[in-house]
């Protein structure tokens, strides 16, 4: 029997479990849905198949929606086996669901609901159906995500105050299952992702009365969790950690023992931060953005490999056509979008996906197109959040950054249009590229302070990190203009430093691409070591050294706001995969690679790095170095 998934209009899927994500962010007591646009599902769909076939066959439709199937002229309800053929027949399902998206699962020896199934919304012309490798089975509902689950117990408590604190070895999302062996008192749990957090019944984020008959509490991040009256022995706490098991394939160890902490940090925060989709954060937002999903495609590249989150993640972010406003209202996210499938198809050679999408990306570049000023420098509009960094950026009129990224989206579309052979767009892209950088460079470039301004008319003349930062990453600069940026900018302690782990990523990268790995290497040991030496067993939000220790958890100016397990956060194991190990795919499709290590930072490494269906492992003693690949 061929195998068959369940199938439903392509990006229905990511659209509703999107939603479902955005509006999971409970604050205290309250929910807080997302505040961009939500995109909706189609909630009625066709799906059409043409078949020449031998003999007779038969075939069993099941769904969770209302409909039929319609083989050979005749309609059957879903459930009832279906008998047609021999010869040419067409097979149509028509679905309709209300509470979610429509979907189908196709059961027969011959037909099947394979990936050669196309689906029609009523109003555009039919695409290939949407599938995913997690849902192959007849008894699933894809509207449904079943997680994978884990048990943790406390591995300390302690008395405090009336009640009792529960510590976990450490953050997890997790539904904590309590047990009142007192019997009959009300109970309240309070849980943080610090002892802090959860001692504070006021400020707290997740406070839950367990459910009377499961005793379990909702899913939320949490590392301790305190309960108000009682006393150590009268109630039962576990933690039922809930994840998307999606497998690391990446292994680091080398003879720097922070590093390698550093490195294992970074893989349980990236790990808990990669469910379904790529969020930001577990605690707080819990939402998928633009920007956080962009540094997770790199990670996830050399970390997990998988092709499949940064599917779901692209997809949803993107929503339908037409386009109305930016990706989570940035216009920033909206332009790593176009450079995430770029990342996605360069890390894995997916030309199914790319043609899929590819339309989308045009569109959205067209939606860009009218945001543009008489130099073609992309401005906001009224609503539109002109974000960057959370830095003092001079922001009157065209942002250079901003410029910066619609540059490297117009490369990008050159470069995937000549992928699929669209000669012709990868020509005009080709053009604009070539027109802005320009501009670029003679509006924005101020020879006498050695960078690029943020602004050229405010008169200012305000220089920052990151538009120069990108001038290195997106090649707008040539090679005297970055090292000039290195030495006056990077380099220059009177140019504000950088103090969000997300933008520090794009510096370390530039820092690295420049040659500087020295002062990459310390910066990873001492800012994501310092906040291992601060208690962290997952990489924050954002960390500032001078910041006293009592307002440390504190972000927005809201008390425990900062979000202390945060994807974007994970970047050290980008940058040692990359630069130190220095393995990079060239073809991504073929599974080819160079790596040009440099071990001098190490008296021995030992890792294994995903590319494509292999795993590389590399072992240096400290005199041979040893490549060897793993098919999987």
């Not at 073609?376 to 009129?397: C, Q, T």
Request: hydrophobic residues 35%.
């Amino acid at each position: 029997m061929n195998k068959s998934y369940w199938i439903w209009y392509p990006g229905d899927f990511e659209l509703y479990h999107a939603m479902v994500q955005n509006f999971s962010r409970v604050e205290r007591g309250f929910g807080w849905p997302a505040f961009w646009k939500s995109e909706g599902f189609r909630n009625r769909v066709v799906f059409r198949r043409k078949m020449a076939l031998d003999t007779e066959t038969s075939f069993v439709v099941y769904s969770k929606a209302v409909g039929y199937v319609l083989a050979d002229g005749r309609k059957y309800p879903f459930g009832e086996t279906v008998v047609c053929g021999p010869g040419q027949v067409e097979i149509s399902v028509h679905a309709g669901r209300i509470d979610a998206f429509p979907s189908v699962y196709i059961k027969g020896e011959v037909i099947c609901s394979d990936r050669s199934w196309q689906a029609e919304d009523y109003a555009n012309a039919p695409v290939a159906a949407g599938y995913s490798p997690y849902f192959t089975e007849e008894g699933q509902d894809p509207a449904v995500w079943e997680y994978s689950e884990k048990v943790y117990l406390p591995v300390k408590t302690e008395p405090c105050g009336d009640g009792v604190l529960y510590e976990f070895e450490t953050e997890l999302t997790a539904a904590l299952e309590i047990k009142d062996r007192a019997g009959g008192r009300p109970i309240r749990v309070y849980c943080g992702e610090s002892r802090e957090e959860a001692l504070d019944p006021v400020h707290c984020y997740y406070s839950w009365e367990p459910d009377p008959g499961t005793g379990r509490c909702p899913r939320c991040a949490v590392r301790f969790a305190y309960i108000p009256g009682h006393r150590e022995g009268e109630i039962g706490v576990k933690a039922i950690h809930q994840f998307v098991d999606i497998p690391v394939r990446a292994s680091f160890s080398c003879s720097d023992s922070l590093v390698n902490e550093i490195w294992s940090v970074a893989a349980h925060t990236f790990r808990l931060c990669s469910g379904i989709f790529f969020i930001d954060g577990i605690k707080r937002d819990k939402w998928i953005w633009g920007g956080d999903a962009y540094q997770s495609f790199f990670v996830n590249q050399y970390l997990m490999a998988d092709r499949e989150i940064n599917r779901r993640t692209l997809l949803a972010l993107r929503g339908n056509d037409p386009m109305t406003t930016h990706i989570n209202t940035i216009l920033d996210y909206t332009l790593y979008w176009i450079l995430g499938v770029k990342i996605h198809q360069e890390a894995y050679g997916d030309t199914e996906f790319l043609e899929q999408i590819y339309p989308k990306m045009c569109s959205l570049m067209d939606f860009c197109g009218t945001q543009l000023e008489e130099h073609g420098f992309i401005v906001g509009r009224p609503g539109d959040w002109i974000f960057i960094d959370w830095a003092d950026l001079d922001k009157d009129g065209p942002l250079c950054a901003e410029q910066m990224l619609l540059a490297a989206c117009y490369r990008a579309m050159a470069e995937v249009s000549r992928c699929l052979g669209k000669v012709e767009a990868g020509e005009e892209y080709r053009g604009r590229y070539g027109r802005i950088k320009e501009n670029i460079n003679t509006f924005y470039w101020d020879e006498d302070q050695g960078a690029y301004i943020d602004s050229f008319t405010s008169g200012r003349k305000h220089v920052s990190r990151h538009a120069n930062i990108f001038a290195i990453l997106f090649d707008i600069a040539d090679d005297g203009q970055k090292e000039r940026i290195v030495a006056e900018v990077l380099c220059n302690d009177e140019v504000p430093p950088i103090t969000t782990p997300y933008f520090k990523f794009y510096e370390m990268d530039a820092l690295c691409r420049m040659g500087r790995l020295d002062e990459v290497f310390a910066r990873i040991r001492e800012y994501w070591g310092g906040m291992l030496q601060r208690g962290a067993v997952t990489f924050w939000e954002e960390y500032d050294p001078a910041v006293p220790e009592a307002e440390q958890y504190d972000m927005y100016g809201d008390k425990f706001g900062k979000s202390l397990c945060h994807a974007w956060s994970a970047s050290p194991i980008y940058l040692l995969a990359k630069y130190f190990v220095g393995l990079t795919v060239t073809d991504a499709e073929k599974g080819t690679y160079e790596i040009h290590p440099h071990l001098e930072y190490f008296d021995s490494l030992e890792c294994t790095l995903p590319v494509g269906d292999k795993d590389v492992h590399v072992v240096w003693d400290g005199g041979d170095l040893k490549i060897k690949n793993f098919d999987r």
